[in-house]
């Protein structure tokens, strides 16, 4: 079992930027890809970005890159998500996985509590 707990959420006015966190315990290893999605009120859960373990490599839904960045901290298993110019519309919870398969299209292993993310206009 892998717990995987978020936190940096909170409420920002539009324009602003927040950055998550997301740190894994337990049979936690380095060696698992690992990704942000989110879910919007009254909306299903939808990807948000994915970061390989081997490489870094990084993919994003379409609509938020350059907006948003992922990366991660290996040595302290712990994966950020930089989210800058922040709409609206980017209101929802957040939350962390561990992810498995395709990286633009991924699995869910484990999934976080997530974390609650409020733009105001």
């Known amino acids: 079992q892998v717990q995987l707990v978020e936190s940096g959420g909170g409420l920002v006015q539009a324009g602003g930027s927040l950055r998550l966190s997301c740190a894994a315990s337990?049979?936690?290893?380095?060696?698992?890809?690992m990704g942000w999605f989110r879910q919007a009120p009254g909306k299903e859960r939808k990807f948000v970005a994915t970061?390989?373990?081997?490489?870094?490599?990084?993919y994003y839904a379409d609509s938020l890159k350059g907006r948003f960045t992922i990366s991660r901290d290996n040595a302290k298993n712990t994966v950020y998500l930089q989210m800058n110019s922040l709409k609206p519309e980017d209101t929802a919870i957040y939350y962390c996985?561990?992810?498995?398969?395709?990286?633009?299209?991924?699995?869910?292993?484990?999934w976080g509590q997530g974390t609650q993310v409020t733009v105001s206009s």
């Open positions: 996985a561990v992810t498995y398969g395709s990286l633009l299209s991924p699995r869910v292993e484990y």
């Open positions: 337990g049979r936690t290893s380095s060696t698992y890809a």
């Open positions: 970061i390989s373990w081997s490489d870094e490599s990084t």
